[in-house]
């Protein structure tokens, strides 16, 4: 299969939380919303889907100006930062599912606050993050009407993706027929907190390695981080993707398959690291921690300075730490799903 994409520069650093009032609005102009029955409002769509299961992926945040506040799609340095994030993230899937991803008007970083936690507030509610959520609802719709034919699909993001994800999940799954389609929802990079599962009860942690119509969830730190804004209080959705455990249970560094870090930007791989690094929970913390990490040979992997992120807040790498091991999840939960025979198809 061949996607179509662009190749840019990206700005690195991924998803932060908006931490205004609810009722502050738009600062200027809103950008003209996309019309996903167009060519130029999806970021990748192939051209013959080749496979039994697709994927529908929606990138992290890219944009960092003040005005507008919300992404303008039609910015040609903007499209070219998010197509290399098919390489560097959605790559994961696209090996094994048929990736369409669409353009999105998301909230700019510049309106988004690195308080630990969002300082309590609802960032879900910020009017500027629901024009870009809104975007990908009407995408998706797009997507099931025209694109997908009753197929079995993966939903998967990061950081600002992932909680787009997150909103879509809780308004429109509480569909039985969606449910049954959803091979799993990896929805990495941001905080799914246990206690809203009683107000969306059809939104289920993964338990395991090849349990299907699950969320698949982790924010990746060092032993000794700062506070992150992506880590809520209290306990969240959230697995190992090194042994696929909800406990504490360590992993060592063999039972990682390679990190694999990309230029962002172009989606070149700049290196490819066996046995990158070992993991566990946190269980008090509810993060991912990662421990016996070895040193990347290019000078271009900087594991130190996080940009707005604390020291040891891994976000940006929650894709490249685990790239492999990701893959082969996603390939094996994929199969699981065909095995039980939900939708029809033939093994894969």
Request: with cysteine.
């Amino acid at each position: 299969m061949k996607e179509k994409k662009m190749i840019g520069s990206i700005v690195a650093g991924g998803m932060v939380l908006c931490g205004t009032a609810l009722a502050e609005q738009q600062a200027g102009p809103v950008p003209e919303a996309p019309d996903y029955a167009s060519e130029d409002a999806w970021l990748a769509k192939p051209e013959a889907v080749e496979k039994p299961v697709d994927v529908f992926y929606v990138y992290p945040t890219i944009y960092v100006g003040t005005d507008p506040e919300n992404m303008d799609i039609s910015d040609p340095a903007l499209r070219a930062n998010a197509a290399g994030l098919l390489k560097a993230q959605a790559a994961v899937y696209s090996q094994h599912a048929n990736l369409f991803a669409p353009f999105y008007r998301q909230q700019s970083a510049a309106t988004q606050s690195m308080a630990a936690g969002n300082d309590g507030k609802d960032p879900f509610q910020d009017p500027r993050f629901q024009i870009g959520a809104g975007d990908v609802e009407r995408a998706f719709e797009y997507y099931l009407t025209h694109l997908n034919t009753d197929r079995p699909f993966l939903i998967a993001g990061h950081s600002q993706g992932s909680m787009a994800l997150i909103d879509l999940m809780r308004k429109r799954f509480n569909d039985e027929e969606l449910q049954k389609r959803l091979v799993g929802a990896y929805v990495i990079g941001y905080s799914v907190p246990i206690k809203e599962l009683d107000e969306y009860s059809w939104m289920k942690p993964a338990q395991g390695e090849t349990d299907t119509g699950v969320i698949i969830s982790y924010n990746t730190e060092g032993p000794d981080a700062g506070p992150s804004p992506v880590l809520y209080p209290g306990q969240v959705i959230l697995i190992n993707p090194l042994n696929w455990t909800t406990d504490a249970t360590p992993a060592g560094s063999e039972a990682n398959r390679g990190a694999k870090f990309f230029h962002d930007a172009t989606g070149e791989l700049i290196e490819e690291i066996p046995e990158f690094t070992g993991a566990h929970i946190d269980e008090e913390k509810s993060v991912l921690i990662v421990d016996d990490m070895k040193t990347p040979k290019s000078e271009e992997i900087d594991l130190v300075n996080m940009g707005r992120w604390s020291k040891g807040v891994y976000h940006r790498f929650d894709y490249a730490f685990f790239f492999n091991n990701l893959s082969e999840n996603a390939r094996k939960r994929i199969e699981a799903y065909l095995a039980e025979g939900k939708s029809g198809d033939e093994k894969y």
